[in-house]
């Protein structure tokens, strides 16, 4: 089993991607970490407590990170996600307490404490977490074995502005810091996670599975498919950030190219932007495995076969 953290901002995709994770043997949860993003820190943390409780795995822990960019004010995504950020169904109060310690010496700690080169970073919120304990502790930074994250754009560009992707956008400074960080890195961008989009089929599946999270995950994508629909006029909501989860479980169901990554922090009007070197026309060094396509029914019939063993 491969030991991860999930530092996420859930967020109705982020949810689908941690019930993956917890309905997958080959992956050992250590931890969610929340970080502020498509809404506020106060709801992250307790939209993760209920996701947890909801998966009937009360064991995960969960830790409140920090409740703004390195530098910037927040920016919040409510348009996307709902005024709690995961709108679509109410959830109970979850009982699962939120722990004490910072998110932040959560990640230093186990990264820490756990041999080197075995624990894998997922974030799929903003950078902010990943980046802080980065700085609090830079002797983790070789200890990562891998972070694999949902952020960036290139030929899809933005979402949240014409240039750049919503993750790295709001803390554009900790991407640049995790992306020089010189740790292998697996960037999900939404050239990726636009492939990644529901069928109405798809979701009815899962309405109709016999336990709690089936129905809820068709809730969820119900929700977030109406942003896609309203803005772009299509069909099926994009499951970002359970791409990454799903890489760690079926790397073959993606393709990308290992190269030069930048994120512009200082643009006029493209800040946020994952300048990918796609065609290696620099010599800047290679420093990112950027993904480009999913398989998209290899993906869906992964995410049913797993999702299905929730409760
Ligand atoms: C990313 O932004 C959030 O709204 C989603 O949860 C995903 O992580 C997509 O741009
Ligand atoms: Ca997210």
Not at 150 to 168: D, H, K, L, R
Not at 225 to 246: N, Q
Not at 266 to 280: L, S
Request: include cysteine; aromatic fraction near 6%; charge should be negative.
């Amino acid at each position: 089993t491969r030991k991860i953290i999930i530092d996420t901002d859930p967020g109705q995709d982020d949810a689908v991607a941690i019930l993956l994770a917890l309905a997958s043997p080959e992956l050992e949860v250590l931890g969610l970490t929340a970080v502020a993003g498509n809404v506020p820190l106060a709801l992250t943390e307790l939209n993760a407590r209920k996701i947890v409780e909801l998966a009937g795995r009360p064991d995960i822990p969960v830790f409140a990170g920090c409740d703004r960019p390195l530098v910037r004010p927040l920016v919040t995504a409510e348009h996307v996600h709902g005024k709690s950020g995961l709108d679509g169904i109410e959830l109970p109060a979850p009982t699962v307490p939120l722990q004490t310690q910072h998110a932040v010496d959560f990640i230093v700690d186990r990264l820490r404490r756990e041999d080197s080169g075995t624990v894998t970073l997922v974030p799929i919120g903003p950078l902010t977490n990943i980046a802080q304990a980065f700085r609090q502790a830079p002797d983790i930074v070789e200890r990562v074995q891998e972070i694999v994250l949902m952020g960036g754009a290139y030929f899809e560009v933005g979402n949240i502005t014409p240039a750049a992707e919503f993750n790295i956008f709001v803390d554009p400074e900790a991407a640049a810091e995790v992306f020089a960080a010189g740790v292998p890195l697996v960037v999900m961008p939404l050239d990726a996670t636009h492939e990644a989009v529901t069928s109405r089929d798809w979701v009815e599946g899962m309405r109709a599975l016999p336990g709690r999270c089936g129905p809820a995950i068709a809730s969820w994508t119900d929700f977030f498919e109406r942003f896609d629909k309203e803005k772009y006029g299509s069909e099926g909501a994009p499951l970002h950030d359970p791409c990454t989860i799903a890489w760690l479980l079926r790397p073959d169901l993606f393709t990308g190219r290992h190269i030069n990554v930048e994120i512009e922090t200082t643009g006029k009007f493209t800040t946020g932007m994952t300048v990918a070197d796609w065609w290696r026309v620099t010599d800047r060094p290679a420093n990112a495995n950027f993904i480009r396509h999913v398989n998209r029914d290899g993906l869906f019939r992964l995410l049913a076969d797993r999702l299905a063993r929730l409760p």
